[in-house]
């Protein structure tokens, strides 16, 4: 009986001890140095020192024009102030066009004078300063366009209907609830898209009211739920807002002006469209930056109040003036670039530990929060490290470089041509990668690929860090709760396996590395400085950047110290340095 236990406790030792031999090794993290991070983050911060360079004084910085260049001159300096490596402008196509404006006025004249708020759209072209009536493009259906042949050449054409202006009865700005936090913390593992999914109808991009007869069967066979009703509004819908912008080119308009999302003085204004058919594929579409750009009619953004006074003073029939002129200057297409700098390792310094934002902007504000409160961030986070490893005779083992992407807000040019150039090369969809929906495709990989072991991502804003993406990492998960917990923040503890999309992580992600975008705080992001005449300095918020680039100091030194890279995620068959498959098992 007594053997009987004995072999009986010697098999659960056994099995025990093959349980233990299985679980990673609990994550091992320097207190002392992080403590030492932490104060000189919270207690010596110059994060807004850097942003108010970045936004006031070299703000705003659009790809590929003169002032990006100009704001990365000085980036670069304050890297080498601050006695980084390697510091260097890393090249990335596609090649584009700079542009920088020089003058822009908005006033109307006719029935009486008010100046208008309104912001020409990025690559517009310059016009003359010109008064001249204001049509309203009243089309509801292709048919509607007939009415208005002969009638725009030489005036200034509004292209969309009336806005619907309403009381902000909710705060523009919030912070993540702690109900939301709970959720995101009890996430499943994600599917497809960082989105949420695909919204609508799953229809094939070419798509149109021309092809319908033959395709609407197999469209119908495929999904059967699907109305045929509801498909060809959406068809005209489309059609006819494509067809606007040629339509008052074609005219001869002078402008076309359209009401810009936001409302209360706030405009959200991007760049200017290439009119062209609704049904040309995503990646052949003309941009109005790209070197062999057509001409197109200038376009200008107006304030939903203004815009609108214009309409009802047509709707009455009264034909308002208005007074525009705008000044540009291009520059001669070229390729875009990354700013690159590095703290080096030790006895790993052959990996690399990367953390970064992206250094453009759109033009309308100063791009303070969008991005430039991720670059100021990671520019603090490298100066902070920097500070302590000479203060105290630390080194990182790993070494420790930081990204200032160009290109994001076209594409995430910038990120992805460095993975590219550097890391990995894959023909996955570039519009699915940006939407969050993860690897894919045939992967190249360089012998850097395999030295890689982890990028953090900063573009929500200047909102308070709450915790990581995870982007379906489960195996970060303990890594990440450790650290969390010795930042010892109790506002920032929340991981959940989501994926996010839209921000520079994913070209990391989409090639199997591993790429994490924060949690933050939205603050009033989406409600009035993302991509907006807001996105200045004023609307960034002190406490929560000094907090964000600490938690990325720390995060960056942890990772540089561990034993082992950073696990990356499971995958079919991974390929190695030429694109040889390596084998289905976690790195």
């Not at 509004?158 to 909710?170: E, G, K, R, T, Y």
């Not at 105290?392 to 290109?407: D, E, N, S």
Request: hydrophobic share 40%; glycine share 10%.
């Amino acid at each position: 009986m007594k053997r009987h236990v004995i072999l009986a406790m010697a098999v659960v030792l056994v099995c025990v001890s093959a349980v233990v031999a299985q679980q990673p090794a609990p994550e091992k993290t320097d207190t002392a140095a992080v403590e030492k991070i932490k104060a000189e983050g919270l207690n010596n911060s110059h994060v807004m020192e850097i942003l108010s360079f970045l936004a006031d004084q070299y703000g705003p910085r659009l790809t590929w024009s003169p002032e990006y260049r100009r704001a990365a001159e000085w980036a670069s300096g304050k890297l080498k102030e601050w006695g980084l490596q390697n510091i260097y402008f890393d090249g990335w196509a596609p090649l584009g066009k700079g542009w920088t404006l020089k003058n822009f006025n908005a006033i109307m004249t006719a029935p009486v004078t008010q100046p208008l708020i309104a912001y020409p759209k990025a690559w517009a072209p310059s016009f003359r300063q010109r008064e001249a009536e204001v049509v309203f493009l009243d089309v509801k259906r292709l048919e509607d366009f007939d009415k208005y042949k002969g009638k725009l050449k030489g005036k200034y054409v509004l292209i969309n209907d009336l806005v619907n202006v309403q009381a902000h009865f909710s705060p523009e700005a919030n912070r993540l609830a702690d109900s939301t936090l709970l959720k995101m913390s009890n996430a499943d593992m994600p599917g497809g898209s960082g989105r949420g999914g695909r919204r609508g109808p799953m229809l094939p991009r070419n798509l149109t009211l021309q092809n319908w007869d033959s395709v609407w069967t197999a469209i119908k066979t495929m999904q059967p739920n699907l109305d045929s009703a509801t498909v060809m509004r959406f068809l005209i819908d489309r059609e006819v807002t494509s067809k606007k912008l040629r339509f008052v080119q074609e005219e001869g308009a002078l402008c076309a002006i359209n009401a810009g999302r936001g409302d209360g003085g706030t405009i959200f204004v991007q760049q200017s469209t290439v009119p062209q058919p609704a049904d040309v594929p995503f990646n052949q579409r003309k941009n109005a930056y790209d070197a062999d750009a057509p001409t197109i009619i200038p376009q200008v953004v107006m304030a939903a109040e203004h815009y609108n006074r214009l309409i009802r003073l047509i709707q009455k029939g009264v034909t308002p003036k208005v007074e525009l002129g705008l000044e540009v200057a291009f520059t001669k297409a070229d390729s875009g670039f990354n700013v690159i700098g590095e703290i080096q390792g030790t006895d790993l310094k052959d990996e690399v530990v990367m953390m970064g934002g992206h250094f453009d902007s759109w033009h309308a504000g100063t791009g303070a929060t969008d991005d430039g409160t991720g670059s100021a961030a990671a520019m603090e986070a490298m100066r902070i490290l920097q500070t302590v490893f000479k203060q105290y005779g630390i080194q990182p083992r790993r070494t420790i470089r930081i990204g200032l992407w160009g290109g994001e807000e076209q594409g995430l040019h910038g990120s992805r041509g460095y993975v590219s150039n550097h890391l990995a090369k894959t023909d996955a969809d570039p519009l699915s990668m940006m939407m969050g929906a993860g690897s894919g495709g045939n992967l190249k990989t360089t012998p850097e690929y395999e030295k890689f072991s982890v990028y953090f991502n900063h573009d929500n804003g200047s909102g308070r860090l709450r915790g990581v993406h995870m982007q379906g990492n489960e195996a970060a998960r303990p890594i990440f709760r450790n650290w969390l917990t010795g930042f010892n923040d109790p506002t920032a503890q929340t991981l959940t396996l989501n994926n996010t999309g839209g921000t520079d992580h994913l070209s990391f992600d989409g090639v199997g590395l591993p790429g994490f975008q924060f949690i933050q705080d939205q603050l009033e992001y989406d409600t009035r400085t993302h991509h907006s005449n807001m996105d200045v300095y004023d609307r960034v918020q002190v406490e929560d950047m000094k907090q964000a680039a600490t938690l990325m100091a720390v995060f960056a030194y942890n990772a540089a110290q561990r034993d082992a890279k950073f696990p990356r995620k499971p995958v079919a068959a991974p390929r190695g340095p030429g694109g040889a498959a390596t084998g289905g098992v976690a790195r």
